[in-house]
């Protein structure tokens, strides 16, 4: 038997709760067996354990959208038992059991080996969240590279600062060179984004009502987590040739923007999606996150909780209380 959260949709409602499951209850279609030593709560946990937004499309269902551990178990030609895992995305957590679990049954062709570097905790301190903003740095990276446009030639804006892609993305920024400026509604977390490397910190309300089409030309690039008027509003701000790569809706899945910055000032939107990323993609991706991310930085932006905590802080994270990254401590 092993520990894992269910959700279930009773008649009298939409629960999530701690619970004991067998083995034999682990989902046939998967063919690799792992044993889970940590989860993470991200946003999208947020959303499945608290059913705010319908991302679970099959009841009873395991969440976590992401795990790292050990393989006990493969028909998959390329693991073993033993060899040290990661999955994110693939839809584990809303389609197909997910992490937050001490056992997990998924496809082998959806996991990455655990680069040698990265502790499984580690891993998961970065988690969907951490790995996000590095496809998002990595856009930008490609684009600058083509541009010419040299790190320190002006300043990137990363939006959601405060949370989990956002602090990654400034860490990740500062670490190249970057001058970060970080938009957050949370001014009180100023000395913690500076400690992560912002160069200077701005309110989000600025950024989050209805703008011009076209604003005055500041950023090279943006890192967005929050769409809505806040892209908009990037994306009117961005300088000629600069990019936007963005990857959330944590103000609104809205985009109430003109095309003007497109085709008047040559601005680049990059859509970047972490859920069904070709595998070449994820694993540069986790390789540059495991070279690059200073630890100390990654552990002053985690906070570790115990799998019983992840249903409470489902509700925090989505009302924009969590600082950073929440690692979950699925092993006993
Ligand atoms: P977090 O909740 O950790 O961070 C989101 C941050 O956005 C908050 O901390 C807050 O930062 C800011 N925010 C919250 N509400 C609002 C609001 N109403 N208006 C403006 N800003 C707001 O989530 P994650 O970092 O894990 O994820 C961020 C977004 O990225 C989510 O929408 C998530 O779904 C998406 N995402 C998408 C992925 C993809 O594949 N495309 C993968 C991973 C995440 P502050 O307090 O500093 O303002």
Same mark, same amino acid.
């Given at each position: 038997m092993f520990k894992a959260l269910v959700i279930t949709k009773p008649e009298s409602g939409y629960q999530c709760e701690l619970t004991e499951l067998d083995e034999a209850q682990l989902p046939a279609s998967g063919d690799v067996t792992v044993r889970v030593d940590y989860s993470t709560v991200n946003y999208k946990d947020g959303l499945a354990i608290t059913g705010k937004s319908p991302v679970v499309r099959s009841f009873p269902m395991v969440? &976590?959208?992401?795990? !790292? &551990? #050990?393989? =006990?178990? #493969?028909?998959h030609p390329k693991w073993k038992a033993g060899d040290r895992v990661l999955l994110n995305g693939f839809g584990v957590g809303e389609g197909h059991w997910g992490g937050l679990s001490q056992m997990a049954r998924v496809k082998g062709d959806w996991l990455v080996a655990l680069p040698d570097t990265l502790s499984e905790r580690d891993a998961m301190a970065l988690g969907t969240a951490g790995y996000t903003a590095m496809l998002c740095v990595q856009a930008l990276q490609k684009h600058w590279a083509e541009a010419g446009v040299a790190a320190g030639s002006g300043e990137v804006l990363v939006t959601g600062a405060g949370g989990g892609v956002g602090s990654v993305a400034i860490a990740l920024l500062a670490g190249l060179g970057h001058t970060v400026v970080a938009s957050t509604g949370r001014p009180q977390e100023a000395d913690y984004l500076k400690a992560l490397g912002a160069a200077s910190v701005i309110d989000r309300a600025g950024l989050g009502a209805p703008g011009k089409p076209l604003q005055k030309e500041r950023w090279i690039g943006v890192v967005d987590s929050v769409g809505s008027h806040t892209l908009a509003n990037a994306c009117a701000s961005t300088r000629y040739g600069g990019a936007v790569a963005a990857c959330g809706l944590a103000q609104g899945m809205d985009l109430p923007a003109s095309v003007a910055p497109f085709i008047l000032r040559g601005v680049t939107l990059y859509g970047i999606d972490s859920v069904m990323a070709p595998m070449a993609r994820r694993e540069a991706a986790w390789d540059a996150l495991a070279k690059t991310l200073d630890r *100390?930085?990654? !552990? *002053?932006? =985690?906070t570790e909780i115990g799998l019983a905590d992840a249903v409470a802080a489902a509700s925090q994270i989505l009302a924009g209380q969590v600082r950073g990254r929440l690692v979950v401590k699925v092993k006993d």
């Amino acid at each position: 038997m092993f520990k894992a959260l269910v959700i279930t949709k009773p008649e009298s409602g939409y629960q999530c709760e701690l619970t004991e499951l067998d083995e034999a209850q682990l989902p046939a279609s998967g063919d690799v067996t792992v044993r889970v030593d940590y989860s993470t709560v991200n946003y999208k946990d947020g959303l499945a354990i608290t059913g705010k937004s319908p991302v679970v499309r099959s009841f009873p269902m395991v969440p &976590g959208i992401d795990f !790292a &551990g #050990s393989v =006990t178990h #493969s028909d998959h030609p390329k693991w073993k038992a033993g060899d040290r895992v990661l999955l994110n995305g693939f839809g584990v957590g809303e389609g197909h059991w997910g992490g937050l679990s001490q056992m997990a049954r998924v496809k082998g062709d959806w996991l990455v080996a655990l680069p040698d570097t990265l502790s499984e905790r580690d891993a998961m301190a970065l988690g969907t969240a951490g790995y996000t903003a590095m496809l998002c740095v990595q856009a930008l990276q490609k684009h600058w590279a083509e541009a010419g446009v040299a790190a320190g030639s002006g300043e990137v804006l990363v939006t959601g600062a405060g949370g989990g892609v956002g602090s990654v993305a400034i860490a990740l920024l500062a670490g190249l060179g970057h001058t970060v400026v970080a938009s957050t509604g949370r001014p009180q977390e100023a000395d913690y984004l500076k400690a992560l490397g912002a160069a200077s910190v701005i309110d989000r309300a600025g950024l989050g009502a209805p703008g011009k089409p076209l604003q005055k030309e500041r950023w090279i690039g943006v890192v967005d987590s929050v769409g809505s008027h806040t892209l908009a509003n990037a994306c009117a701000s961005t300088r000629y040739g600069g990019a936007v790569a963005a990857c959330g809706l944590a103000q609104g899945m809205d985009l109430p923007a003109s095309v003007a910055p497109f085709i008047l000032r040559g601005v680049t939107l990059y859509g970047i999606d972490s859920v069904m990323a070709p595998m070449a993609r994820r694993e540069a991706a986790w390789d540059a996150l495991a070279k690059t991310l200073d630890r *100390a930085q990654l !552990a *002053a932006m =985690t906070t570790e909780i115990g799998l019983a905590d992840a249903v409470a802080a489902a509700s925090q994270i989505l009302a924009g209380q969590v600082r950073g990254r929440l690692v979950v401590k699925v092993k006993d």
